[in-house]
């Protein structure tokens, strides 16, 4: 596994690392299961956004097999657990109180970055930056709790804000092929509307390229979320470009970035995962994206949902993610595999239970319309 620098902190991390979301719903021993594959493949990197208990408890139990140096976690500051939900917050007693449940789950004593969650526009910024937060941030780390202050974005003007406050030594960013041809806005919805994309796919966006080469100057680096853009660039059917891309082809696009130091994906399997450490023995060829990227026709990503979670906290506690993933996984086949609806069925709460508030299409950075598509799901699978 191809080792690399995470800028100026210093710390070593794999080239591809594993986002926490391929724990979510299984077995304290389908974890370590899975987690041991990884580590087994030189998988050493981890970001833990959630703020599920059972996940921590789970991916914690399954480190603590190991030596502390042969691991590094990235976990996140803002979340919490609320009413059996994950919650964005910025309530500086429920911050501490849930950094501090991720360390006693995850039996850890520090870990190498405080990732201050999910930042998406200048007003949350100035919160953030200004207030209880930093300065808790700062204390973790002027205490050893944490080597480093990140912060998590899909929108490239709040990275650029982070690169020049000074404060920040980590950026987990959105980054792949389709996204780096998208316009930066402060408002991320601006991103998906139609007119927006008269110009996209005509190389990558000049400021998006100016904010990797700041990271790489300031020596802060970039850990990169969405590589696939949740599945759709690896599906001839439904990616931008008109043609499917490999795992290998995506991962290599990320790191050629400037200032990228690791790609976290949200691998769910031993497959997945042996797909994604397939870049480290993979030919030139192989990682060659040129010529998908120099053919590719102009299309939107509006409504396109990356199952990544923000959508929460449902008024009803409907998993809105999962709900829609499900409903892709049936409109993909064309009809609904029995495997998914059973899938389905065992969620606790379903589409049809929607009240239609629109607190979900809020929270969304990808612009989805899910009060729609939550409708649909009710439709295809009857409830």
Same mark, same amino acid.
């Given at each position: 596994?191809?080792?690399?620098?995470?800028?100026?902190?210093?710390?070593?991390?794999?080239?591809?690392?594993?986002?926490?979301?391929?724990?979510?719903?299984?077995?304290?021993?389908?974890?370590?299961?899975?987690?041991?594959?990884?580590?087994?493949?030189?998988?050493?990197?981890?970001?833990?956004?959630?703020?599920?208990?059972?996940?921590?408890?789970?991916?914690?139990?399954?480190?603590?097999?190991?030596?502390?140096?042969?691991?590094?976690?990235?976990?996140?500051?803002?979340?919490?657990?609320?009413?059996?939900?994950?919650?964005?917050?910025?309530?500086?007693?429920?911050?501490?109180?849930?950094?501090?449940?991720?360390?006693?789950?995850?039996?850890?004593?520090?870990?190498?970055?405080?990732?201050?969650?999910?930042?998406?526009?200048?007003?949350?910024?100035?919160?953030?930056?200004?207030?209880?937060?930093?300065?808790?941030?700062?204390?973790?780390?002027?205490?050893?709790?944490?080597?480093?202050?990140?912060?998590?974005?899909?929108?490239?003007?709040?990275?650029?804000?982070? !690169?020049? @406050?000074? %404060?920040?030594?980590?950026?987990?960013?959105?980054?792949?092929? $389709?996204?780096?041809?998208?316009? =930066?806005? /402060?408002?991320?919805?601006?991103?998906?509307?139609?007119?927006?994309?008269?110009?996209?796919?005509?190389?990558?966006?000049?400021?998006?390229?100016?904010?990797?080469?700041?990271?790489?100057?300031?020596?802060?680096?970039?850990?990169?979320?969405?590589?696939?853009?949740?599945?759709?660039?690896?599906?001839?059917?439904?990616?931008?470009?008109?043609?499917?891309?490999?795992?290998?082809?995506?991962?290599?696009?990320?790191?050629?970035?400037?200032? !990228?130091? @690791?790609? %976290?994906?949200?691998?769910?399997?031993?497959?997945?995962?042996? $797909?994604?450490?397939?870049?480290? =023995?993979? /030919?030139?060829?192989?990682?060659?994206?040129?010529?998908?990227?120099?053919?590719?026709?102009?299309?939107?990503?509006?409504?396109?949902?990356?199952?990544?979670?923000?959508?929460?906290?449902?008024?009803?506690?409907?998993?809105?993610?999962?709900?829609?993933?499900?409903?892709?996984?049936?409109?993909?086949?064309?009809?609904?595999?029995?495997?998914?609806?059973?899938?389905?069925?065992?969620?606790?709460?379903?589409?049809?239970?929607?009240?239609?508030?629109?607190?979900?299409?809020?929270?969304?950075?990808?612009?989805?319309?899910?009060?729609?598509?939550?409708?649909?799901?009710?439709?295809?699978?009857?409830?």
């Amino acid at each position: 596994m191809e080792q690399r620098v995470l800028g100026r902190t210093g710390i070593r991390v794999s080239a591809i690392g594993m986002g926490c979301e391929g724990f979510e719903g299984k077995t304290d021993s389908e974890c370590k299961k899975l987690l041991d594959f990884a580590m087994n493949q030189g998988v050493s990197f981890f970001d833990m956004y959630t703020s599920n208990p059972k996940v921590r408890r789970n991916v914690g139990a399954a480190l603590s097999h190991y030596p502390r140096e042969r691991f590094v976690i990235q976990g996140h500051l803002c979340t919490t657990w609320k009413n059996g939900q994950y919650c964005r917050t910025r309530k500086i007693d429920e911050v501490i109180g849930s950094f501090e449940e991720l360390m006693f789950d995850m039996k850890l004593r520090s870990l190498e970055i405080g990732m201050i969650h999910y930042c998406d526009n200048q007003k949350d910024f100035d919160v953030i930056v200004n207030g209880p937060v930093m300065k808790y941030a700062k204390e973790l780390k002027h205490k050893g709790t944490i080597r480093s202050i990140g912060i998590s974005t899909h929108n490239p003007d709040i990275a650029f804000l982070a !690169v020049e @406050s000074g %404060l920040i030594d980590v950026i987990m960013l959105s980054v792949n092929p $389709a996204y780096d041809m998208l316009p =930066s806005n /402060e408002d991320v919805n601006v991103l998906f509307e139609k007119g927006t994309f008269e110009r996209v796919y005509e190389g990558i966006d000049p400021k998006r390229s100016r904010l990797y080469q700041a990271c790489q100057n300031q020596g802060i680096a970039l850990t990169v979320m969405k590589p696939f853009a949740g599945g759709l660039l690896l599906d001839e059917k439904q990616s931008p470009f008109g043609c499917a891309m490999t795992p290998v082809q995506c991962i290599s696009y990320c790191l050629d970035r400037p200032g !990228v130091a @690791s790609v %976290l994906g949200g691998m769910a399997s031993e497959e997945e995962i042996s $797909a994604a450490v397939q870049y480290c =023995s993979a /030919e030139s060829w192989e990682k060659d994206y040129s010529s998908i990227l120099a053919s590719a026709p102009k299309h939107s990503f509006s409504g396109h949902c990356m199952y990544c979670g923000h959508c929460a906290p449902c008024a009803v506690q409907i998993d809105i993610a999962a709900v829609n993933k499900y409903l892709d996984l049936a409109q993909a086949q064309g009809f609904v595999p029995e495997t998914v609806r059973e899938h389905y069925n065992l969620l606790e709460h379903h589409a049809g239970e929607c009240i239609a508030c629109g607190a979900c299409m809020k929270n969304c950075p990808f612009g989805t319309d899910i009060i729609s598509k939550m409708k649909q799901a009710a439709d295809v699978f009857g409830k």
